[in-house]
């Protein structure tokens, strides 16, 4: 008993598994910050797309006046993307990532204190050596590891609600249930939930734990149940005033979700879900759990591999259907509701996989319980983890979300180049496509931004805008490859090529190129009828020289160098009509594969030439006599268009043709 008294009067993470757990811990971080570092900067979609936007719209208060910049996600709540904004803003790398990173580290402790806590009610008196393979085994979790260092939601409202379940769990096998932590853990979960909607199935697994609170007095347990439910409630009335902010301003408070519910005149009545991740059938279900293991796509836009998924299925039954093989208390059996609970609920309502995160963190726990109900020994127990760990280290598979190189010290996150014109005069911007959001905060603060294709509701809303008297003029901000269909889109607003004509000026980001085309009154114009008249410069470095160009179909992506056609026809629009009369083509280009040394046709003016390239970069002139009244696009068709597959899996292969850094029209003299 001597013994014992003195175990329990030493804190646990000063006795040597304890130590252990916490070298674990401190390993864990160190090893992340590296990898954070190596990894470079954020660059993933949500991020570009809504994410950078709505951080700044929040602070700067633009959601008085924009309507939906980034699309339906434009209507998420913004808070936790303030930080991710500031930070990006304001701080240079690596530390904008680091205090993004400092953020997820708080997983860390609360799976630690999770694990103590099972442990104890598994019968450990002290931290074992299964414990610390337990929290090991928490730690593969290949999408935590996937969004360290970026802003991405689910890894960073992870702590809130790992930190709520260990607040819950505690209190099951506690001598005395302490209210306070009963409602604190209501208070992260609800909190949790009302930033970030797809939390809602951890609330209500947790809530689905309370009958363990029951101890023979039904009133008791019904009055702690609550206490942890007016937690919850208080918890997200802390997120609440958005929700009002949609109420008063779109008549629904998750627009433009659930709206067959609310019926929100800003949105088509229909519920909003994304079908790509659902399990239609339980046998795709029943393939997800093999594929996790060795990778898939199934859950997720990028290939991740996590054998704990899989492996604890195999386990699953084997703990369910025999006999424990020990006794264990209640914060154990919790553990295990809420994780099975939380992944049916998943399952069934999201089946994506980042939205998993937190059961993900938990998941070695989870495994920890199942083990000890099938084995009575600490040895086999330990031998079991180890080889759970070992399987899930070799087989892990992190996907990347993107990520650029970045120097230390750069305070330009996205390496936009934003021109005098667009920093210094603010402008009404008609913004196309996505992801494009991440632009807006570089352009004049007093601009005003109004998304288009988000909904025809919406739309109508900003016509009405459009026909109020402004001193701003009009622009479209679009990426290069949204603007071939631009007048489709304008023409629900009455804008035709017939009543405007376009002046575009150019940006680019470290991500893809944009326009910036102000809408001139006046139709059809014709570029200046000397000189140079068309600058298609394609590369990134080239671009203060690129001039009347209005949109670029049938290219790869834009690279320091230029642009490989993909496909069999590349088309370049101008932004006016091309002068009547004897035009200059110079091409600047390469030829790739099987179209080195064959003809390559271009089409300007309903005129058609010839050109021959070879596999270096030479300049070919082509000379056309333009009789068209308006010709403002130039074709051409490359006759062996060669397959090139990029590295990465998953990504389309494109189709190479010839590799341009320049073509230039110019006005031959009469």
């Known amino acids: 008993m001597k013994g014992m008294d003195q175990t329990h009067s030493t804190p646990w993470y000063q006795q040597p598994m304890g130590r252990l757990t ?3 811990m401190v390993v864990a971080a160190a090893l992340a910050t590296v990898f954070v570092y190596l990894r470079g900067q954020d660059l993933n979609w949500d991020l570009l797309n809504y994410h950078y936007y709505t951080g700044y719209a929040l602070l700067t208060g633009r959601y008085a006046h924009d309507i939906a910049a980034s ?26 990532a680091w205090s993004t990173l400092l953020v997820q580290l708080a997983s860390l402790p609360a799976i630690a204190l999770i694990a103590k806590e099972v442990g104890r009610s598994l019968g450990y008196v002290k931290p074992s050596l299964s414990q610390v393979l337990a929290v090991v085994l928490c730690l593969l979790s290949p999408l935590w590891w996937s969004e360290l260092g970026t802003s991405f939601f689910s890894s960073w409202i992870a702590p809130v609600l790992l930190w709520g379940v260990y607040l819950l769990v505690r209190c099951f096998d506690a001598p005395l249930i302490q209210s306070r932590s009963l409602f604190m853990a209501g208070v992260l979960l609800g909190f949790a939930t009302g930033l970030k909607l797809t939390n809602a199935p951890f609330a209500v697994a947790a809530a689905c734990t309370l009958p363990l609170l029951h101890r023979g007095d039904i009133r008791a347990s019904l009055r702690m149940a609550l206490v942890f439910i007016i937690g919850g409630v208080f918890g997200a ?12 301003e779109w008549q ?3 627009f433009p979700l659930y709206n067959t519910i609310f019926k929100s005149p800003f949105y088509d009545l229909k519920d909003y879900r994304d079908m790509r991740w659902k399990f239609f059938e339980f ?5 997800y759990l093999y594929q996790s293991a060795v990778g898939t796509v199934k859950t997720s836009e990028v290939r991740f591999a996590d054998a704990r998924i899989l492996l604890i299925s195999v386990l699953l039954p084997f703990a369910i259907l025999r006999r424990p093989a020990t006794k264990h208390g209640r914060s154990s059996s919790a553990l295990l509701i809420f994780v099975g609970v939380s992944f049916i609920l998943w399952a069934r309502l999201f089946a994506y996989q980042r939205y998993l995160i937190p059961v993900e963190l938990v998941l070695g726990v989870f495994a920890w319980v199942l083990i000890a109900r099938i084995f009575a020994r600490e040895s ?27 120097e230390n010290g750069s305070r330009n996150p996205f390496s936009i180049a934003i021109p005098e014109q667009l920093r210094t005069t603010p402008a009404r911007y008609l913004v196309m496509g996505a992801p494009i959001g991440y632009v807006l905060p570089y352009l004049n603060a007093d601009s005003v931004f109004y998304g288009l294709n988000f909904s025809r509701q919406s739309e109508r809303l900003i016509a009405q805008k459009l026909r109020e008297p402004s001193p701003l003029p009009l622009r479209v901000l679009a990426e290069d490859k949204d603007l071939p269909g631009i007048w489709r889109s304008l023409a629900r607003f009455a804008i035709t090529s017939e009543t405007h004509s376009f002046n575009c000026t150019y940006l680019t980001t470290v991500v893809s190129q944009y326009s910036s085309c102000e809408l001139v009154p006046g139709g059809h114009t014709t570029l200046a009828d000397h000189g140079e008249i068309i600058n298609a410069a394609f590369g990134t470095a080239d671009i203060a020289q690129k001039n009347g160009v209005l949109w670029e179909e049938g290219f790869s992506y834009q690279e320091s160098w230029g642009r490989w056609s993909d496909g069999r026809v590349s088309v370049l629009g101008f932004q006016a009509c091309l002068p009547q009369g004897r035009l ?6 390469r030829a790739f594969g099987e179209n080195i040394g064959h003809p390559v046709q271009f089409v300007l003016g309903g005129e058609q030439q010839t050109a021959i390239f070879d596999d270096s970069f030479s300049n070919t002139s082509l000379y056309f006599t333009n009789t068209q009244e308006c010709a403002n696009s130039l074709t051409m068709r490359f006759p062996a268009p060669v397959i090139f597959k990029r590295p990465e899996p998953g990504v389309d292969p494109r189709y190479l043709g010839l590799g341009f850094t320049r073509i230039q029209i110019i006005k031959e003299p009469q």
Do not use: C
């Open 380 to 406: 086999l127990r330990v031998a079991a983890l180890a080889s759970l760990v070992v399987v899930s280290a070799v087989l892990l598979k992190v996907p990347d979300w993107g990520h650029a190189k970045a």
């Open 237 to 248: 009335l802390l997120t609440a005033w958005w929700y009002g902010y949609l109420w008063l």
């Open 584 to 589: 200059r083509v110079s091409i600047t280009a």
């Open 71 to 96: 699309g339906m996600q434009s209507f998420l709540h913004p808070a936790t993307n303030v930080f991710a904004y500031l930070s990006l803003r304001y701080l240079p790398f690596p530390f904008s």
């Open 283 to 287: 046998s795709e279900f029943w393939d």
């Open 22 to 24: 916490a070298v674990v």
């Open 252 to 254: 629904s408070p998750l």
